[in-house]
């Protein structure tokens, strides 16, 4: 039969087992914490990386010809008002390159503005000066900066 002494108990067990659950479960929360933000940084870089390309990609340089006549001030507006009718032609800026599209600014009743880049030999509309994808990827620019808290002052 064995004996045992009080002695040989360990007393600190249950303490140890405590404090090893505690720090594991710190260890968890902490690395699974930093893990996310490694990943949205890395993530997040890849378009900061890119935002110029995307730029490049997205928004029109040139028009595709420049033969015909190059509509220019009132009578660029005029037609462009007439794309748009519900909307009120703000402000029409020319390029010096005649290549370039031309940025109109529109308004519509509800004081909401767009900015879009039109052909000023066809009145085409080439779209926005700043498509969602590139709102997309400069909130992500300031994610990678600044984690969503602001500009810095």
Do not use: C, Q
């Not at 087992?17 to 505690?22: H, Q, T």
């Not at 519900?86 to 940025?103: M, N, Y």
């Not at 052909?119 to 900066?145: K, S």
Request: charged share 25%; glycine share 6%; aromatic share 8%.
């Amino acid at each position: 039969m064995t004996t045992t002494r009080s002695e040989d108990v360990d007393s600190t067990a249950p303490s140890r087992a405590r404090l090893r659950y505690i720090v594991g479960r710190v260890h968890l929360w902490l690395a699974l914490f930093l893990g996310v933000y490694i990943v949205v940084i890395s993530l997040s870089g890849s378009a900061v990386v890119f935002r110029r390309e995307f730029n490049l990609w997205l928004v029109p340089r040139t028009v595709a010809s420049t033969d015909g006549v190059r509509l220019t001030g009132d009578e660029l507006a005029r037609a462009v008002a007439a794309t748009y009718p519900g909307d009120i032609v703000v402000e029409v800026r020319e390029p010096r390159r005649p290549e370039r599209p031309v940025l109109v600014v529109l308004e519509r009743e509800d004081a909401v503005r767009t900015d879009r880049l039109f052909d000023p030999y066809t009145v085409r509309d080439l779209g926005e000066t700043f498509p969602p994808f590139l709102r997309a990827v400069e909130w992500l620019v300031d994610l990678h900066d600044n984690l969503l808290a602001g500009a810095k002052a």
